[in-house]
């Protein structure tokens, strides 16, 4: 029969208990190993990847899928007619076109045509996209939740609405660790002069994980990383005598409260030293033959610009960051939407062919997944006054299109549809939270089995939702 222990045994079988792990803890220390903060939880991947790393090049705005590659003739045809009901389905609408009288669907004033052997349909806008078609991989269903930016932006970075969360940049970190002790596994880097709406830093914050995990902005002009430098007077010698006691402060402080926090604190500031050696090399792209620059197209000498974005982001992957995350601004076109995506199309189009294209020549986009999107994307009709040469597109959350190359994806391929107005989602609907699902399981990661317990709760990139979409894979 069972009995319970009495007071004595019991408080004797603790101690022993408790003495055990701190003789560990104490045999741990004296071998000299401390637990590294930049480390990823897994051992190993949860399975063989196809992809070493992701390039995600973010359109923020939500660029508009009818004008750059879901081409939609019967729009065309019904140019200027209200959109049916029986399309709309009582779907909502902002607060910028709920008020029109009427909404009269806008056909593009761009001209599409098909491209290589894959024949895949891509709108006058990106000729330099075309030149590359067979390399992606069209999704034209993607579909989300949320019809304002913020919380559409804040969904897709790190798959909740709500601010707080992980990003995906973080989770990534935290399952699988850096490939290279002098530079974060999550590096973030913002086209200037491009901002429409703001973008947060939480947007690449690590939430509840380590805040080792977090994104680090590189910065165009002056310093590339806030306070990496010395300040004036300070050597580098006093800096790392200054950083070597500070450690050992904050090591009797973590000591004494077993807070993880002061690990990884610790190992932030010996990572900045090491950046400030690591992070000018990678910046430095004087070395770089003329023809990168030409690949690239001119703007690719001009620091902050999406181009040079574009050729930091290889240098970085050739270093194996794990994740690098570009953010190019200005896609939000409620009116003068045919000038202003010329623009933006002029900004980006010939840096993502010089992108792939470098990559693929250094052998490395077999094992580099980039991925091209915004948060949502446009309205078939049109904000505002329709005009034979202007018009605006509200967001539109129920279908856009993304594509990805590299990494393992399917080349030359299009999946899913949306009906013949551009409304809807017709065949292989395909959710952020599957999109997810989908850019970890390449990386070797199971997205259900990679967690964090917090609040009592285990908690993933995906929360309760997603799966693979096996048909895009290679």
Avoid at 40 to 45: E, F, W, Y
Wanted: include cysteine; proline fraction near 5%; aromatic fraction near 8%.
């Amino acid at each position: 029969m069972f009995s319970l222990p009495d007071r004595r045994s019991f408080l004797t079988r603790s101690a022993l208990g408790l003495g055990g792990v701190a003789l560990a803890e104490l045999l741990r220390a004296a071998d000299g190993q401390k637990p590294d903060p930049f480390a990823g939880i897994l051992d190993k991947p949860h399975h063989a990847p196809k992809a070493k790393r992701i390039i995600y090049l973010f359109m923020s705005g939500g660029p508009s899928q009818l004008d750059l590659f879901d081409h939609k003739p019967k729009l065309n045809e019904l140019n200027g007619k209200d959109l049916p009901d029986s399309v709309r389905g009582g779907q909502r609408v902002t607060g910028m076109t709920a008020h029109q009288a009427t909404l009269p669907m806008a056909g593009s004033v761009f001209k599409f045509a098909k491209h290589g052997q894959s024949g895949a349909t891509v709108s006058e806008l990106l000729p330099w996209t075309a030149k590359v078609s067979d390399e992606l991989c069209f999704i034209k269903s993607v579909h989300t939740e949320h019809i304002n930016h913020d919380p559409a932006i804040t969904f897709f970075q790190t798959g909740h609405q709500l601010a707080g969360r992980p990003s995906m940049g973080s989770w990534l970190s935290y399952g699988l660790g850096s490939a290279n002790a002098n530079l974060p596994a999550f590096v973030v880097l913002i086209s200037k002069d491009r901002i429409d709406q703001p973008l947060y830093s939480r947007l690449w914050g690590n939430g509840f994980l380590p805040s080792a995990h977090a994104g680090v902005q590189f910065r165009s002009g002056g310093a590339p990383v806030l306070y990496l430098d010395n300040p004036p007077g300070v050597t580098e010698g006093g800096r790392k005598l200054a950083l070597d006691r500070l450690a050992e402060l904050q090591q009797l402080q973590a000591d004494d409260l077993g807070d993880p926090e002061v690990s990884g604190r610790i190992a932030q500031y010996e990572m900045a030293f090491r950046m400030q050696t690591s992070v000018p090399d990678v910046i430095d792209t004087r070395k770089e033959p003329k023809e990168t620059f030409e690949l690239y197209g001119e703007d690719a000498k001009t620091p902050g610009t999406f181009a040079a974005n574009c050729l930091l982001a290889r240098r970085l992957a050739e270093r194996n960051v794990r994740f690098i995350q570009l953010y190019h601004p200005g896609w939000d076109q409620h009116g003068n939407l045919p000038g202003a995506i010329r623009r933006q199309c002029k900004d980006v189009d010939q840096a993502c062919y010089g992108l792939l294209t470098d990559l693929k020549r250094k052998g490395m986009l077999d094992d580099t997944l980039v991925v091209w999107g915004g948060e949502f994307g446009r309205t078939n009709y049109s904000q505002g006054k329709l005009t034979a040469t202007d018009y605006g597109r509200d967001h539109h959350p129920r279908c856009f299109t993304v594509w990805m190359a590299g990494g393992g994806m399917k080349r030359g391929t299009t999946f899913g549809a949306t009906d013949e107005l551009g409304y809807n989602v017709t065949t292989d609907a395909v959710s952020v939270h599957d999109l997810q699902a989908t850019l970890l399981h390449q990386l070797g990661i199971d997205h259900e089995k990679l967690t964090y317990k917090h609040q009592g709760r285990h908690y993933r990139l995906t929360d309760v939702h997603g799966t693979v979409v096996k048909n895009v894979l290679a």
